[in-house]
Structures are given as structure tokens and as C-alpha cells.
């Protein structure tokens, strides 16, 4: 699937407020939907490319030998869950955020794992 098919179905998650494909090196968005007045996905894109920066230097820091798979974080109303893609040289993870109340966490990790395994770049 292309990239605006795969970002159409993260969308498709119950309580899906945006998502967004980054280039983890630039923190620029390679594709977005939604988000709005609700989020701006390109601050989102970018500042989510520092989180995860600064956990794989603590990663390093800690001398664990692994690679993250995601990176949840939990707000009061949402979450914010991001996907590293593993596509070799090219580093980009797939950001998504939701609405906490209307979502099933576990189902938007596996809808992403999903996407991430059917994504053509």
C-alpha cells in the first residue's frame, strides 16, 4: 500500500485524531491526515522525532542492545503512539494520535503493525 493509503488506514482506528509518516532524520512529514485544530501535525512530527532521539540515546547510554518497536505516550485525553518502520537506510516511523476515550490501544498497536508490514515506499 502507498503512503496515503496506509495513513487512511490508521484513520480508520476508533478514536483516530491524526496521523502522519516522518522522516526520522529531517522530523518532516512524508504524508498527514487529520489533526486540525484539534493537533498540528507537523509541530506533532517534528517534536515526536526529539522523543524518539532521546530515547535511543538512552538506549545507548544504557548499553541495551535493541531496537524500539514503539513509543507510547499516555496524555489524559490521548495518545500518542509512534511506529519506528524498519526499511533499512531509509529511518521513518509512523506517528498516530488518538482520542483516549474513544480507543482500544491494543487495536491501534496491531492496526499499526499491520500497516507498517503492507506500507510500499
Known amino acids: ?17 491524526g496521523a502522519a509518516l516522518v522522516d526520522y532524520e529531517s522530523g518532516m512529514s512524508l504524508g498527514s491526515v487529520g489533526g486540525g485544530r484539534e493537533l498540528d501535525l507537523e509541530i506533532a512530527a517534528a517534536a515526536n522525532t526529539e522523543v524518539l532521539r532521546a530515547k535511543a540515546r538512552a538506549l545507548e547510554a544504557l548499553r541495551i542492545e535493541d531496537s524500539i ?22 529511518r521513518l516511523f509512523l506517528y498516530l494520535a488518538l ?23
Do not use: F, K, P, W
Not at 69 to 90: F, K, M, P
Open 69 to 90: 518497536e514503539d513509543v507510547l505516550i499516555t496524555l489524559e485525553r490521548q495518545y500518542h503512539l509512534i511506529r519506528l518502520l524498519d526499511r533499512g537506510a531509509s
Open 99 to 121: 482520542d483516549r476515550s474513544r480507543s482500544n490501544l491494543a487495536l491501534a498497536r496491531h492496526t499499526l503493525r499491520n500497516v507498517d508490514a503492507h506500507l510500499a515506499l
Open 1 to 17: 500500500m502507498n503512503i496515503e493509503a496506509a495513513l487512511s488506514e490508521a484513520m480508520t482506528i476508533d478514536g483516530a485524531i
